[in-house]
Each structure stands twice: as structure tokens, then as C-alpha cells.
């Protein structure tokens, strides 16, 4: 087993509420210097800035996992992770037609960016992206599974968009073995599933830093064996 200090939930200025600074080589980044070794990138209901995301990691050999923070049709937030960048890029693609179409007020919510490997701007989101989908709980789980990846409930310990605060518990389906919490006092809130602690950071600064590691059954300097054995435990849990 090897222990990984990692960060599951960090959002690019490709989120309407990310700061313009979270570009995905400042965020790879400030990751190293919180000594990260496994990021993932998962902006609201999109993923297109995952890949100048994997390349920053590259030159830092911090492992990068490619996902995004979908918005259910019960306005709950699920991390969704996947093994490739293929397949986080074809399941951003899956969504499109699940999507609402509100046009985006960057004046009010902000502007959504998308960047390359040198953090330039190559187009941006007309859409708004944070708009819950009307795909619901059961529905976006198959969904993600169609593509390889896995998904859980994403800061069930907040009130925003929280599992627990829209449902009042977890439901019998889908079935979730994993949870992710953003303060780590709070795992109990998970009823005996895997907990991850993740940042939901939006600015530079709430990158996660430390903290409890996570342990895979995978070789730090092979990025697809890790991301593998992540899924894997992800869909696996303890539950």
C-alpha cells in the first residue's frame, strides 16, 4: 500500500465561483507546494479544463484525476471521478443534453474559462454551468458507472447542496460506499462509508494541505495504476 496526500475536489476558473487565479497551473502549482500527490479537477458539471490539468501535473508529477461536481435534478452535489481523461472528457460530453439552458451572467456569477497547457484562455462556457442538470441521484450514478467512473455524494456536511440536508439521509438507491465530508471532524455524518476529506476550494488558499492520506494499492509513478486502484476503492468502500 502507498499513502498519498490528496485533494478530490478543487474546482478552475472554469466554475463561474472559482476565483480567475484557479487556472489549472496555478492550481497544480499551489498543490505541490502543499505537498499534494493526487488532485483531482471537478468544476461544476463540466470537465473541458481537465486537460491542460493533467498536463501541469505531468511536469510536477503530482497524479491528476479528471471528474467534475454534477448538480442533480434534487440539487445535489456528486463528485464524480473517472480512471481516464478520455473518459472524463466523453461523460462531460453525456451531460450536455441533461443540462439547463440558463445563459450565463458573468456580471453576477463570474466568467467560466477554459485554458490550455500554458493557463491561456481558449474559449469559455456561454452556459451557466452550476445549474442543477435533470439528471436525478439514481440516474446520474448509472450514468457514471456507464463510463467507468465512480461517484459519491459530494460535502455531506454542509447545508448547500448537501445529501444529507436535501434528503434528511442516505437513500437505499443508489447505493453510495463512500462520502466525502470537507471538515474531518465530521466523518461520523457518513454512517461507516468511506470518507473522504476533501477542500471544495474555489481559491488558491483552500487547497487542502496534509491531512489524513489516503492508501492505494498503486506505484506513485504510475499515474493510470493509481487512478485505477482510486476507483476502485471509491466504488468499493467499506459499506
Known amino acids: 500500500m502507498t499513502a498519498f496526500s490528496y485533494d478530490l475536489h478543487v474546482h478552475s476558473c472554469l466554475s463561474p465561483c472559482g476565483d480567475d487565479d484557479m487556472t489549472p497551473c496555478n492550481i497544480v502549482g499551489m498543490a505541490h507546494l502543499n505537498g499534494l500527490e493526487l488532485v483531482a479537477l471537478t468544476d461544476h458539471n463540466a470537465a473541458r479544463n481537465c486537460p491542460a490539468f493533467f498536463a501541469a501535473c505531468a511536469e510536477y508529477g503530482i497524479v491528476p484525476v479528471g471528474g ?97 440536508a436535501v434528503l434528511g439521509a442516505f437513500p437505499p438507491e443508489p447505493v453510495f460506499r463512500c462520502a466525502e465530508v470537507h471538515d474531518a471532524d465530521k466523518t461520523a ?36 495504476a493509481v487512478r485505477r486502484a482510486l476507483i476502485a476503492y471509491l466504488r468499493q468502500g467499506r459499506a
Open 189 to 224: 455524518l457518513a454512517e461507516g462509508r468511506t470518507v473522504v476529506v476533501s477542500s471544495d476550494a474555489h481559491r488558491l488558499w483552500e487547497l487542502k494541505e496534509g491531512g489524513e492520506p489516503l492508501s492505494l494499492e498503486a506505484d506513485k509513478d504510475d499515474p493510470a
Open 68 to 164: 467534475m461536481e454534477l448538480t442533480t435534478a434534487e440539487d445535489i452535489h456528486v463528485v464524480c471521478l473517472f480512471e481516464t481523461l478520455e473518459a472524463a472528457l466523453a461523460f462531460d460530453t453525456a451531460i450536455q443534453p441533461y443540462r439547463m439552458q440558463i445563459r450565463n451572467r458573468k456580471g453576477i456569477y463570474g466568467e467560466q474559462i477554459i485554458r490550455n497547457e500554458n493557463d491561456e484562455p481558449i474559449g469559455e462556457e456561454p452556459l451557466f454551468l452550476p445549474a442543477a442538470t435533470t439528471l436525478d441521484l439514481e440516474a446520474a450514478a448509472k450514468l457514471v458507472d456507464a463510463y467507468g467512473g465512480a461517484c459519491y455524494p459530494a460535502h455531506i456536511d454542509r447545508e448547500a447542496n448537501g445529501l444529507l
